[in-house]
């Protein structure tokens, strides 16, 4: 497994307060088109706001009916468990479950295991059990949606900290896992700081754009905006002080 990489404070916090509709317009720009995670949905609302923090993954193969028993999860190494004590304070669990909605890939306990060992959150594009109860926690959990049966019926925990798949988007270890209402994007490590401290520019003239919008402003010249548009934010955001 690769070491855990820090994400900066000043990072985090932009990321945190800027829409994931903004990232992925920043890293289209950037020439990324897959960053956003399909059928994967926000399944609780914290009171911090997005989920921010860097992946640390954990890849399933199809299970196999004389590895899959029950007796698997005796073992403290079983990479499902190993996984949820291995999550470094303020990193996102991302699970690969390769789309596959039959079955659960966790549930309440080890959710709650997550949140007591300081994890920024939990991704995931299978769905989750107990999905009622953890719906209710204070703890950023993405996934898709609610299914009863356990993982282990189709589902072989393999590799813990590896590249993987997620919701159809590639998830390197160390990338950064944002979540909003709308769902989640994934950020490629190097990129974060820059598109987060772009992202927050963006929506400041997006803003002021708003503003025009709602005073009866045509969109041609405003969104996107000319020279002149332009030159109208720069005095609002001094009058603003922003």
Same mark, same amino acid.
């Given at each position: ?7 900066? &404070?000043?990072?985090?916090? !932009? ?11 920043? +890293? ?6 897959? %960053?956003? +995670?399909?059928?994967?949905? !926000? ?8 989920? %921010?923090?860097?992946?640390? =993954?954990?890849?399933? @193969? ?21 996984? @949820?004590?291995?999550? *470094? ?10 789309? #596959? =909605? ?6 309440? $306990?080890? =959710? =709650? ?24 926690? &204070? ?24 590249? $993987? ?20 994007? %994934? @950020? *490629?490590?190097? +990129?974060? &700081? #820059? %598109? /987060? !401290? ?10 002021? $754009? +708003?503003?025009? @919008? #709602?005073?009866?402003?045509?969109? /041609? ?22």
């Amino acid at each position: 497994m690769t070491s855990p990489t820090p994400l900066p &404070d000043d990072t985090r916090e !932009r990321l945190r307060h800027v829409s994931v509709a903004t990232l992925c317009t920043q +890293l289209f720009k950037r020439g990324f088109r897959n %960053v956003y +995670l399909q059928q994967v949905r !926000r399944l609780t609302t914290p009171s911090s706001g997005n989920l %921010v923090g860097p992946a640390f =993954t954990m890849r399933n @193969i199809p299970a196999r009916e004389d590895i899959d028993q029950i007796g698997a999860f005796d073992d403290p190494n079983h990479p499902q468990r190993k996984g @949820i004590e291995s999550v *470094p304070p303020g990193h996102v669990l991302v699970i690969d479950c390769r789309g #596959e =909605t039959r079955v659960a890939s966790g549930g309440q $306990i080890l =959710t =709650t295991r997550l949140k007591v060992r300081g994890a920024a959150g939990l991704v995931s594009d299978g769905p989750v059990r107990d999905s009622g109860p953890i719906s209710q926690m &204070d703890f950023p959990v993405y996934c898709a949606g609610g299914s009863a049966p356990l993982n282990l019926i189709h589902h072989h925990a393999i590799d813990l900290n590896v590249p $993987i798949g997620c919701g159809g988007v590639p998830v390197y270890p160390g990338d950064v896992m944002v979540g909003d209402d709308e769902g989640v994007v %994934v @950020i *490629p490590q190097h +990129l974060a &700081d #820059e %598109v /987060a !401290r772009d992202a927050v520019e963006q929506e400041k003239m997006e803003a002021f $754009i +708003l503003e025009r @919008i #709602e005073g009866g402003a045509r969109l /041609a010249g405003t969104y996107p905006p000319n020279a002149e548009t332009r030159a109208a934010f720069d005095g609002w955001r001094k009058e603003k002080g922003v």
